[in-house]
């Protein structure tokens, strides 16, 4: 085998990207989907929608489950359910989608970065101490990769100040810290259901929490605020869930085992492909968290390998690995946040750092063992052919 960008054919014919869907049942999908045109009731609160949510209900223990059309609304509603009409600072890491900012920036807040652990990826505590002042409203973490942080020591740290903690759990559906699971923490959490996440319902998401008044606030908000016909009782939007992505959903969830498996199988292939590549570390799921393993990341350490993040991902996808820069740049750097606080970055250098060491590589069930041993075999061909690839980059670029 040549590298392609040494001569050779690509390794593969057809991109292999991250964020494949994982599809179940194409079947199922269809049966569901011809029910919702049959019954002629495609959207507000259906009957599959209905489904969907009494089973993410039952999978996850929690009081109230209340599906969305996409996770970032369903932060929106959870934002202004829990933080009203304050506006004030809200802490959140730089190192997560550009969605966990825009969420109350949009809410007329302001975002303030905290930074991260260079192990977990999550905001650190120290750092989110450090951040704290009397204007913050509230506190925003994520989940990141799907293990959990809702750590005692944050959680203690918030009820000190008295602010709420509102938890971006758009990676983290079905895993768990000490036994209590994702979608019980903070005054609310929040599921994506995209398309790339590994239960989809091509988009969507889900708020969940336990406190009945919060739960009966976001339904009469995910719909304009109506609380029967003709009559609105409250501020609202349209955040409504379709019978189509319900389907989908519901679909997704009755393959969840098999879809964890195949994630868990193919992160212990990545493990024994990146075992034998010093430089290149694989993100490590504590199993006690019960991680879904969505997410296959590695940290590139250019000293040892000879490369750096960004070499290694040309190289990839000039192989057809669509490998990804999850996440670059942080979310301080990007707009509106760079401009208005531009020295943000001084507060964030473990975010530097992974903002240019992590890389995602695919995974889920359109992936499998064979496709993994040769992505192994590229990074390793890429390590010890570093000085070609450094003259076929500048070639490239040249
Ligand atoms: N919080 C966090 C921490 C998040 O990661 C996200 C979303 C959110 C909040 C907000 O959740 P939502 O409001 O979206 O429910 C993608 C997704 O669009 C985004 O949902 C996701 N995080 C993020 C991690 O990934 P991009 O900008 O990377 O999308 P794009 O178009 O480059 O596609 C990603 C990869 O997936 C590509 O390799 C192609 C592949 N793909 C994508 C789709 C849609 C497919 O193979 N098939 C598909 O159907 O954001």
């Known amino acids: 085998m040549t590298l392609s960008l040494l001569g050779g054919k690509s390794a593969f014919d057809q991109p292999l990207h991250v964020g494949r869907p994982?599809?179940?049942?194409?079947?199922?999908?269809?049966?569901?989907?011809?029910?919702?045109?049959?019954?002629?009731?495609?959207?507000?609160?259906?009957?599959?929608?209905?489904?969907?949510?009494?089973?993410?209900?039952?999978?996850?223990?929690?009081?109230?489950?209340?599906?969305v059309s996409n996770a970032t609304i369903g932060l929106e509603l959870a934002f202004r359910a829990?933080?009203?009409n304050r506006k004030g600072e809200v802490i959140v890491p730089s190192f997560t989608f550009v969605a966990t900012a825009h969420v109350p920036a949009w809410c007329g807040c302001t975002p303030?970065?905290?930074?991260?652990?260079?192990?977990?990826?999550?905001?650190?505590?120290?750092?989110?101490?450090?951040?704290?002042?009397?204007?913050?409203?509230?506190?925003?973490?994520?989940h990141l990769w799907g293990a959990?942080?809702?750590?005692?020591?944050?959680?203690?740290?918030?009820?000190?100040?008295?602010?709420?903690?509102?938890?971006?759990?758009?990676?983290?559906?079905?895993?768990?810290?000490?036994?209590?699971k994702v979608g019980h923490f903070g005054a609310a959490e929040v599921f994506s259901f995209h398309a790339t996440?590994?239960?989809?319902?091509?988009?969507?998401?889900?708020?969940t929490t336990n406190d009945?008044?919060?739960?009966?606030?976001?339904?009469?908000?995910?719909?304009?605020?109506?609380?029967?016909y003709d009559k609105v009782v409250t501020l609202g939007t349209n955040a409504k869930m379709n019978e189509f992505n319900a389907a989908m959903g519901l679909t997704c969830l009755?393959?969840?085992?098999?879809?964890?498996?195949?994630?868990?199988?193919?992160?212990?292939?990545?493990?024994?492909?990146?075992?034998?590549?010093?430089?290149?570390?694989?993100?490590?799921?504590?199993?006690?968290?019960?991680?879904?393993?969505?997410?296959v990341i590695v940290e590139v350490d250019a000293a040892q390998t000879g490369l750096s993040r960004d070499e290694f991902v040309e190289v990839l996808q000039s192989e057809n690995v669509m490998a990804r820069k999850y996440f670059y740049p942080g979310v301080h750097r990007m707009e509106p946040y760079q401009t208005l606080q531009p020295e943000a970055g001084q507060e964030l250098p473990n975010t530097e750092i992974l903002t240019r060491t992590v890389l995602a590589l695919p995974t889920?069930?359109?992936?499998?063992?064979?496709?993994?041993?040769?992505?192994?075999?590229?990074?390793?061909?890429?390590?010890?052919?570093?000085?070609?690839?450094?003259?076929?980059?500048?070639?490239?670029?040249?």
């Open 22 to 67: 994982n599809i179940g049942d194409k079947r199922r999908f269809l049966q569901l989907a011809e029910e919702a045109l049959d019954r002629r009731w495609l959207s507000n609160d259906g009957a599959i929608l209905k489904q969907f949510e009494a089973r993410l209900q039952e999978l996850l223990g929690v009081r109230h489950v209340i599906a």
């Open 82 to 84: 829990v933080v009203g």
């Open 112 to 142: 303030v970065f905290a930074d991260v652990d260079l192990t977990t990826h999550h905001i650190s505590t120290e750092s989110v101490e450090r951040c704290l002042t009397d204007k913050t409203v509230a506190i925003m973490p994520v």
């Open 148 to 180: 959990c942080q809702a750590t005692p020591e944050l959680e203690a740290l918030a009820a000190r100040h008295g602010v709420p903690i509102l938890f971006d759990a758009a990676h983290a559906f079905s895993t768990s810290l000490g036994g209590k």
């Open 197 to 207: 996440k590994f239960i989809n319902s091509g988009e969507g998401g889900a708020i």
């Open 212 to 228: 009945d008044d919060l739960a009966q606030r976001l339904r009469l908000m995910r719909n304009f605020g109506f609380a029967g």
């Open 254 to 295: 009755e393959s969840l085992e098999e879809i964890i498996a195949r994630n868990r199988v193919n992160w212990q292939a990545y493990e024994a492909q990146l075992s034998k590549l010093p430089g290149l570390s694989l993100y490590y799921y504590d199993p006690a968290t019960e991680p879904n393993c969505q997410y």
């Open 364 to 398: 889920g069930t359109a992936v499998g063992e064979a496709e993994i041993e040769v992505i192994g075999k590229i990074l390793e061909m890429a390590a010890s052919n570093q000085r070609e690839i450094k003259a076929a980059l500048a070639a490239k670029t040249a």
